[in-house]
């Protein structure tokens, strides 16, 4: 009885450690939330965006979107969201950006009023990278949208990058 407890605790203590090293070793998440405000007093929308930077062997860098229309819907003539996964040398120091990907939501945005769950359609995923514990990294996202018939032209909203993985 002795021997097979031993054996099992060695068994769960190893599946343990394999499930440590499999998984992520840091991962950060960023928040944003903006409002587009719609021409002529027409209702609103709201946008919450989460910039995910995460890494094992590689950098990944993910932007995920949520809506709601507070109102009446209004459509978009554009809604892009760029995904970034930038370095830096120090903490304080100026971001470069390594890779990223612009994702085209226009249709989505445009067809539904309301989305608050994770999906891949509403996911912009930037290639990874290799991981170099010497720098810092993080996931950062930029939003351009049009609205039909606002005369503006696109606006570019600046989102909450995710906190620096380093080490």
């Known amino acids: 009885m002795r021997k097979t407890m031993t054996a099992v605790g ?75 996964i930038e370095e830096r040398l120090g903490e304080n120091t100026e971001d470069h950006v390594v890779t990223s990907k612009t994702c085209d939501l226009t249709q989505m945005v445009n067809e539904q ?21 010497e720098l810092h990294w993080s996931s950062d996202a930029t939003v351009v949208y049009d609205l039909v018939g606002d005369g503006k032209g696109p606006i570019t909203q600046e989102l909450q990058g995710s906190p620096l993985i380093h080490g």
């Open 10 to 84: 060695l068994v769960t203590s190893a599946l343990a450690v394999g499930v440590m090293l499999a998984g992520p070793a840091a991962a950060t998440t960023g928040r944003s939330e903006f409002t587009v405000a719609l021409p002529e007093g027409k209702p609103r929308t709201t946008f919450w965006v989460e910039n995910v930077g995460a890494w094992t062997s590689n950098m990944t860098g993910k932007s995920v979107v949520y809506w709601q229309v507070l109102d009446d819907h209004v459509k978009f003539t554009s809604f892009k969201i760029t995904t970034r």
């Open 113 to 133: 009023v309301r989305w608050l769950r994770d999906d891949p359609s509403n996911t912009c995923v930037a290639p990874s990278t290799t991981y170099d514990g």
